[in-house]
């Protein structure tokens, strides 16, 4: 199996002896150098971390800036530094999770210092994913798998039945099995992934399928010998996927719109003014939900949708004072969903702030005309949307 390289962002200066020249045979390298970039790129393609070696220090005008970014998108730092008491690092120290390397190191040191750095930022991320996550009393699906779109079009395939999170590595996924196990796991057929299932006890009776290009004999044979319980086709058909996984979980039960929206009403409850302004968040992404809700609980009563369908459901029932709406979800996409909301006269007046990550003229024209009061591009940071609503209101 080949070996992965992960995404990582160099800010130095050009140099013979550089960051990028001495790493970039293990690790994807970005380069952000002054006389190419001015700003980090961080919206663009987030990296797994970032190293700044400090002797760039001469052409970055707003530190303050640039630390700010480094919070909001929580990106990882690895600080190259002459010493110890540089007096940058009062404010580097600072960034989510990080590291201080100290000249002089060879290549190898290097090496070795990035790849358990590697390691850390793995585990940190893996750590929030599985402390944050919300079970709704339904099984969970892991997805293991390079490719970005085959995740993600199974994710949105399976979403409405079970809990699923996705991961782009055999790496990944062992490292999150530490701390929630799968209820089945969904993994491409190329990791191999079965070899290291088998050597923990905790784990070798987990039940999985592989993700394989084609259904000849011999790849039959492989799945079977591997002890998975079957082979799931690419390009994913939906009925084959959902049929292979009740063949191990059985057939799902229906969550209720009650049990999916937070805070829960009960039938026939009455529901009197909140003290606190009342905003609906709705956006199919769960881990954005959560993001959104610990944001903003602390001044404002909370409530999450996570389809088109809900918020109108729950609009049926009770008036929000503001609405955030994620422009791009399946089935009723935003667009849909608050041209609906406009057509009823007992909700038009809600004003409405649009999330999406299309920064496309032709997007934010179409969310704007239809009444909207804002947009925003994802992602997005806690001071800006506080802003927001304070601007939205009073």
């Known amino acids: 199996m080949a070996e992965k390289k992960y995404r990582v962002l160099v800010l130095e200066n050009e140099k013979e002896d550089s960051i990028q020249a001495m790493s970039e045979e293990k690790f994807l390298i970005s380069a952000v150098r002054p006389d190419k970039a001015k ?82 930022v793995i585990k940190w991320q893996l750590e929030r994913i599985a402390g944050a996550f919300d079970y709704r009393g339904r099984k969970l699906v892991l997805i293991v798998d390079e490719e970005q779109m085959t995740g993600t079009v199974v994710r949105l395939y399976l979403k409405e ?52 290009s084609d259904r000849d004999r011999i790849t039959v044979l492989r799945v079977t010998s591997a002890g998975a319980k079957g082979c799931i086709v690419k390009p994913i058909q939906k009925e084959e996927l959902l049929i292979k996984i009740k063949e191990v979980l059985g057939t799902p039960e229906t969550t209720s719109l009650e049990e999916d929206l937070m805070p829960m009403v009960s039938e026939g409850e009455k529901v009197e003014k909140p003290e606190k302004p009342h905003v609906l968040v709705v956006d199919d992404f769960s881990m954005a939900l959560k993001t959104m809700k610990v944001q903003l609980e602390g ?43 406009k057509e009823n006269p007992l909700w038009k007046e809600i004003p409405i702030i649009f999330l999406t990550g299309n920064k496309e003229k032709d997007t934010i024209y179409s969310c704007m005309s239809l009444g909207a009061v804002d947009y925003m591009i994802k992602p997005v940071s806690v001071p800006k949307i506080l802003e927001k609503i304070r601007k939205v209101l009073g």
């Open 299 to 341: 001044e404002y009563q909370v409530t999450l949708a996570v389809s088109g369908k809900q918020a109108l459901a729950f609009l049926e029932k009770h008036r929000p004072d503001l609405i955030f709406m994620d422009v791009e979800m399946p089935e009723m996409d935003g667009i849909e969903t608050v041209q609906k909301i």
């Open 161 to 212: 039945w079970y809990d699923v999170i996705q991961v782009r590595s055999s790496h990944a996924a062992l490292e999150f099995m530490e701390y929630l196990v799968p209820d089945v796991l969904l993994v491409d057929m190329e990791m191999e992934l079965h070899r290291e299932l088998r050597k923990k006890d905790s784990l070798k009776n987990i039940p999985f399928f592989y993700f394989t």
């Open 39 to 120: 700003t980090i790129p961080f919206i663009e393609e987030k990296p797994l971390f970032m190293v700044w070696d400090t002797d760039t220090q001469d052409f970055i005008t707003d530190i303050g800036n640039l630390m700010e970014e480094i919070h909001i998108y929580e990106v990882p730092l690895l600080i190259i530094t002459d010493s110890q008491k540089n007096p940058m690092l009062t404010d580097l120290v600072g960034a989510p999770l990080t590291q201080i390397l100290i000249r002089p190191f060879t290549k190898e040191e290097l090496i070795e210092k990035m790849q358990v750095f590697l390691r850390q």
